[in-house]
């Protein structure tokens, strides 16, 4: 006997999946462009589920701008990020050197810019350094653009940018001068760029958004002076976004950092992060030199010869002493 087909309730409707770019995080919700959207088309709001974790680290936010996700869609037009697709790379922050929590700047970049100021307000060299440093950590190539030229009208400025171009460009570095008030430089900005996923990554108040804006004509990020007072940034951006840029590639705006905490080193690390100082070590007496007190050390003699720069040690010291607190002193 034919058994009669009886017709299947009516399920429930299955929720839809997605792939797609994580293109902004504000905290709350992710914003995610669906996988065969234009850069710039229509996105998603989503929520996590679930727990992501880096191991060994707490971070802040586990979906960083950048990821390429999973999404389900629910019939009720809630969005969930169900899963994170592994990172080719990332960069991570601590917000302070005592701070055990990490926040995931972007992932998936090909360059990290670090855009720094001479003055108003004035980048310290180690938060350069540092920045730097946690670059090569996670083999990211990193720049160097010096943003607001157009102050440096001393001649004591004009010397205090071409010795800081040297430095870095010495070391290996690309350093961009540019001013985004004026214009200057900005031609090898976007060349740098072109095709590019890029991270901005500064002090509050250096001009990463203003650049950004200048680079995408119609962007209309918002931007404030910085105080007279604390001669400071006022911390405008808020959350980190991504945005394409004309002519293909995209850069990705964040909030601006105080400090940059290193993430947790090797002590025996952290001149492979420095490498001027690496090189230097190749002469070093001993396999296991810190560079500190030992003799013989080819990385002491450098610093003596000005081979290497005092701003440049005293921000290896400075990691080092993050790394190990009670073996080694900061130096200031
Ligand atoms: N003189 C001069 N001022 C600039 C230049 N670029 C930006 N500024 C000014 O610097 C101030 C801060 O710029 P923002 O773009 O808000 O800085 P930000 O780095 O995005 O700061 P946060 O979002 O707080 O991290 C604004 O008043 C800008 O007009 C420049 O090239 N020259
Ligand atoms: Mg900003
Ligand atoms: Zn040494």
Redesign the pocket.
């Known amino acids: 006997m034919a058994k009669k087909q009886s017709r299947k309730p009516t399920a429930a409707p299955e929720a839809r999946r997605l792939k797609g770019l994580v293109v902004k995080n504000t905290g709350a919700w992710y914003t995610v462009l669906p996988e065969g959207e234009e850069p710039g088309g229509a996105t998603v709001n989503c929520k996590i589920k679930g727990a992501f974790r880096l191991k060994g680290i707490r971070t802040t936010n586990p979906v960083a701008v950048g990821d390429i996700v999973e999404v389900a869609l629910a019939a009720d037009g809630s969005a969930w990020i169900t899963e994170i697709e592994p990172r080719a790379n990332y960069i991570i922050r601590r917000a302070s050197n005592l701070s055990k929590e990490a926040s995931i700047l972007a992932s998936n970049v090909d360059q990290a810019l670090l855009?720094a100021t001479l003055k108003?307000p004035a980048t310290a060299t180690t938060f350069i350094d540092r920045f730097l440093a946690t670059a090569e950590a996670y083999r990211v190539p990193a720049v160097v653009v010096i943003?607001?030229?157009?102050?440096l009208t001393e001649p004591e400025d004009r010397e205090l940018l071409e010795a800081v171009e040297t430095l870095y460009t010495q070391i290996g570095y690309r350093v961009v001068p540019?001013?985004?008030?004026?214009g200057e430089g900005m031609a090898a900005l976007r060349e740098l760029l072109a095709g590019k996923k890029s991270l901005f990554s500064?002090?509050?108040?250096?001009?990463?958004?203003?650049?950004i804006n200048e680079l995408i004509p119609g962007l209309d990020l918002?931007?404030?002076?910085?105080s007279d007072i604390h001669d400071q940034?006022?911390?405008?951006?808020t959350f980190s976004e991504m945005f394409p840029l004309p002519g293909g590639g995209w850069i990705i705006?964040t909030?601006?950092v105080r400090g940059f905490g290193t993430i947790e080193m090797n002590p025996k690390e952290v001149s492979h992060y420095f490498p001027e100082i690496f090189k230097a070590a190749e002469g070093c007496r001993y396999g296991d030199c810190s560079h500190t007190i030992e003799p013989g050390c080819a990385v002491l003699d450098a610093l003596r010869d000005h081979r290497i720069a005092h701003s440049r040690y005293a921000s290896y010291m400075s990691i080092l002493a993050d790394a190990a607190p009670d073996k080694y002193r900061k130096p200031f």
């Open positions: 855009v108003h943003n607001k030229i157009d102050l540019l001013s985004a008030r004026t500064g002090n509050s108040g250096v001009g990463k958004s203003t650049l918002r931007t404030a002076e910085i940034g006022m911390h405008t951006t705006d909030p601006g």
